[in-house]
């Protein structure tokens, strides 16, 4: 899978984490730490609520809800705002359901951003056909976010 299309997915799920009505502070990472401080539990919760919000908006298949908390300073490789605006729509437009599962694996704190490591997929209901398909599955991607406009938003992998 490309670049862009992976950071699309991991940005949807991300931001629209199935299992976060559940979630608690992240688990130690099996893998080496990532640089940084671990995040406090204030900043992972204020993160676990923009997740909630985008859970929301996700299921309901919300495109510009769910991009409310993307920074229009988004960039992930060649992906931006944009160009995820409209994946979303693609993948809203060819199935009547969405679903996400993620695991917060770890938060970290470099300066003022945010690295959020997560596994996790997303499952989507073919419109017409019924057929449940994986559209991406993956294991500790990261996405950074930062507060902007007094809530967090995403600014890509940088």
Known sequence: MTRSRH????????LAAATLARAQAPSAPSAPAAPGQPASAQVVNELLQALAYGVQ???????????LQISERYRSGPLTKNVARQQLRAIFAAH?????????????????????????????????????VTLYAWERQPEVAYVEEGRWKLIGDR
């Open 96 to 132: 009547d359901a969405v679903w996400a599962r993620i695991r917060v694996d770890q938060v970290v704190m470099i300066g003022d951003r945010a690295w959020v490591y997560s596994t996790g997929e997303v499952v989507g209901r073919v419109r017409f056909l019924g057929t449940h």
């Open 7 to 14: 950071s699309v997915f991991v940005l949807a799920i991300v």
């Open 57 to 67: 908006r996700f299921q309901a298949m919300d495109a510009e809800g769910l991009l």
